[in-house]
């Protein structure tokens, strides 16, 4: 079996509402040489049972591996994910996330034009209907960039020297989870 370009991996647990989303998002990708990798940490609704409905859909790129007990986090399904994975590259979304349908194309592509080891892109939320009218609710969504300084529009280099990669992420100038 040939390795794809990139492993997407969803640690999931209880998203019964959004992991469908979620996937259609992956599936309405301009780029297609991907695999899937959703681990399952003993959900107790019906998030597997969706994902299992997806499989056909991805024509053998979808795969579904699950935790023995659950870990109370997502950096255990995350990590089993990456152990499972063959990309060259890897693509970790939340549950709950879904992605531009160029998204996993200009990723890949800004990391080959760069010979880039990470690349990262900034997020937005998407607000319910429902919302829209609710300052409370309003209120609380603020923008956030991965890049304390301010929202990155351009592709920005970051050198190969480790000393300043490590006073950065110590000083937190970049906010990954993962």
């Not at 659950?70 to 950096?75: D, L, R, V, W």
């Amino acid at each position: 079996m040939q390795m794809p370009a990139v492993s997407v991996i969803i640690p999931l647990y209880n998203a019964e509402k959004y992991i469908g989303e979620c996937l259609d998002s992956i599936l309405a990708q301009t780029f297609q040489d991907f695999e899937v990798i959703v681990v399952d940490d003993c959900s107790t609704d019906s998030s597997a049972q969706v994902v299992e409905s997806y499989m056909p859909k991805f024509d053998g790129r979808l795969r579904l591996e699950r935790t023995l007990a659950n870990s109370g986090s997502p950096g255990l399904p995350g990590n089993m994910g990456v152990r499972f994975s063959r990309g060259e590259y890897l693509l970790i979304l939340d549950n709950d996330d879904a992605i531009t349908p160029d998204a996993i194309e200009k990723l890949y592509t800004t990391a080959k034009d760069f010979d880039a080891d990470v690349v990262a892109c900034e997020k937005y939320y998407q607000v319910p209907t429902q919302f829209f009218n609710d300052a409370e609710v309003l209120a609380k969504i603020q923008p956030y960039s991965y890049q304390r300084g301010g929202f990155v529009d351009k592709p920005t280099l970051i050198e190969f020297d480790v000393a300043k990669r490590v006073v950065d992420c110590t000083q937190k100038r970049f906010l990954w989870n993962i």
